[in-house]
């Protein structure tokens, strides 16, 4: 057994400073020009032993390090979810959150929080930007340096400044279920998170940063570390890509064990399980290397955990970003089996009344099922990929069950045109974005909305504008109540409702409405049901191929400029509205 590299993932809100840590990190060493210097994988960043100890100087003096090093997970934004799921736990270790100290906890701090949680990943702050906070003093002449130098240098309004925005943290963060602390006050860190300042863009506090997760991972992580590094591998995949003259590849964060060319792997994909062998592994090469696009990698025989890396097979069109990778050697059927059964714990399919999860990688999807249903939202679908028309048309019977929760929560993820059309016109709310959080608010405001606009329609008994046409070849019974198939043109239709004739005159009494076998509370445009009508009998009073109206009382038409119309349902209004005009021109004035 060895020590691997603990992996570490760095998250926060846009623009608070995740990838300028990074370049100071990797600067360090592509400035130093050391032999052992910092490596670039696919998608990470390897800082081996001796660039941190050097990073951290006289702070890791007599310190007794086992780790050969940390490897950084560099991920835009949101992907970042990918890389903290693994075997139902985390695939990153450890996890830096940067926080800009002078903004605060922003909705994408806050969604990383709630992830981090989920999926317990252990965590420091980066509280970013301290440079920016006043007239702060930098030694310009320094790459990095320690922010407790940094911290003596200022002076005592400077000092106030920033124990006070460190303390504002400390209470937005307590808000939220967590006791941190700034790192040099944490006695107990299985209990306080440590909160180092920094200035990522002058190097303050990166020292520090380095030190605490090279001595927590040692401390704390020591067990997780140890690795078969002869075994097959295991890892995830973080994006699939289309590579000039490679085709489709998918770059994979190995976790343990060793990967080599011809290796039989098995991965998750949108059909389900996908087996194939490796043709090529691929690191990029050292970035003062790099001429040509063409040319960016180099070929490697084999490759041991941790690491990361660019794997070149066939029939990958169709791999999941965030799923779990497997090499595979004599037990290929247990581990297709155990990959099915990830990938099934985290798609959901039901009949449940419930709303449509849509989102771009099987991590996200993850974090966005475990969100809703910690709020105890009810799902009936959870999937990877773009919005689709089957999407929508799921929605729709939700709806007819449920108005609430037919709706389509699309991460991350287009709304094909197809689909986009279908929703507008059959009034299927989707929330896009790309910040699960806020997701979650925009549905729960939109669902007060819309249940204070529901509350509104019982308390001022308003019926909308309907219209149906009696479809020919679809009596089914004549009278007492007649039964006949029809189709809804416009608005809606519930059971109760009057109909009235194109000329005024009673068209029945809707008793029930019914698909198949199952009865409905209503039915809207381009629904075509049977219905139930009480007193009339078809062939006398109603015929086959006849348009009838929902009959509208006066005080509801008055109080019709409360509701949102569509276009259908305003053109039925105007009709209905010179039948009653045709008997009294007076008529709802």
């Known amino acids: 057994m060895v020590t691997r590299q603990p992996i570490i993932s760095v998250l926060g809100h846009v623009d608070h400073g995740k990838t300028t840590l ?43 390090l086992k780790i050969p090093g940390v490897l950084f997970i560099d991920t835009p934004g949101h992907e970042a979810f990918t890389t903290l799921r693994s075997r139902g736990g985390s695939l990153a270790d450890l996890a830096i959150l940067i926080i800009d100290i002078n903004e605060g906890i922003q909705p994408q701090t806050l969604e990383s929080i709630e992830i981090l949680k989920t999926f317990k990943v252990p965590f420091i702050i980066a509280a970013n930007k301290i440079d920016l906070a006043g007239k702060f003093k930098i030694n310009k002449k320094k790459m990095r340096y320690t922010f407790l130098e940094a911290f003596s240098d200022q002076n005592e309004t400077m ?95 190995i976790y343990d064990g060793t990967m080599s060319v011809r290796d039989k792997i098995v991965l998750g ?65 247990e581990i297709v089996g155990r990959v099915e059964k990830e990938i099934e714990k985290i798609k959901i399919t039901t009949e449940h009344t419930g709303i449509i999860l849509k989102a771009d990688t099987l991590g996200s999807l993850e974090a966005l099922v475990k969100m809703f249903t910690s709020k105890e939202f009810a799902i009936r679908k959870g999937d990877v990929g773009d919005v689709n028309k089957t999407d929508v048309t799921e929605a729709i019977s939700v709806k007819k069950k449920d ?20 929703a507008r016109d059959k009034k299927i709310k989707i929330f896009k974005g790309n910040v699960i959080y806020k997701i979650i608010e925009d549905y729960e405001l939109w669902l007060e909305k819309k249940r204070e606009e529901e509350k509104l329609k019982r308390q001022l008994g308003i019926i909308r504008p309907g219209k149906i046409q009696i479809l020919e070849g679809y009596v089914f019974r004549a009278s007492k109540p007649a039964i006949v198939g029809v189709r809804v043109l416009a608005g809606e239709i519930r059971p109760k409702l009057t109909l009235i004739k194109e000329d005024g005159k009673f068209g029945g009494e809707i008793n029930s409405i019914k698909t198949q076998d199952k009865f409905l509370s209503s039915a809207e445009r381009d629904d075509e049901i049977a219905i139930a009508l009480k007193g009339v009998t078809v ?51």
């Not at 937005?172 to 107990?188: I, N, P, S, W």
């Not at 006398?540 to 276009?567: A, C, H, N, T, W």
């Open 22 to 64: 990074l370049d100071n990190i990797r600067g360090s060493a592509v400035a130093s020009r050391e032999a052992g210097g910092i490596t670039q994988h696919i998608g990470a960043t390897e800082v081996p032993l001796e660039i941190i100890k050097e990073i951290c100087g006289d702070l890791l003096k007599g310190a007794k």
């Open 159 to 253: 000092k106030e400044i920033i124990e006070n925005k460190i303390w504002e943290l400390v209470g937005e963060l307590y808000k939220h279920g967590f006791q941190a602390d700034r790192f040099d006050r944490v006695e107990d860190f299985r209990k306080k998170i440590a909160i180092v300042p920094c200035s990522a863009k002058y190097g303050i506090g990166i020292p520090e940063i380095m030190m605490l997760i090279s001595g927590l991972s040692q401390r704390f992580l020591e067990k997780k570390l140890s690795i078969d590094v002869e075994g097959p591998a295991r890892g995830n995949v973080l994006e699939v890509k289309e590579e000039i003259g490679l085709g489709t590849t998918i770059d994979v964060i």
């Open 403 to 422: 108005i609430y929760k037919g709706v389509i929560v699309a991460f991350n993820v287009d709304i094909l045109k197809e689909a986009e059309e279908v």
């Open 269 to 333: 994909g949108k059909n389900g399980v996908i087996v194939t062998s490796i043709r090529s592994l691929l690191k990029p090469k050292p970035l003062d290397e790099i001429r040509d696009p063409r040319f960016r990698f180099e070929h490697v025989k084999t490759v041991s955990a941790a690491a990361g890396i660019k794997v070149a097979a066939p029939e990958l069109k169709d791999a999941l970003a965030g799923s779990p990778i497997y090499v595979a050697d004599e037990n290929l059927d």
């Open 539 to 589: 062939g006398r009073q109603v015929e086959e191929g006849e348009v009838l109206y929902v009959e509208i009382p006066e005080d509801s038409f008055r109080k019709m400029k409360e509701l949102e119309l569509d276009e259908f349902e305003k053109e039925t209004l105007e009709e209905f509205l010179k039948i009653k005009r045709k008997e009294n021109s007076l008529w709802g004035v």
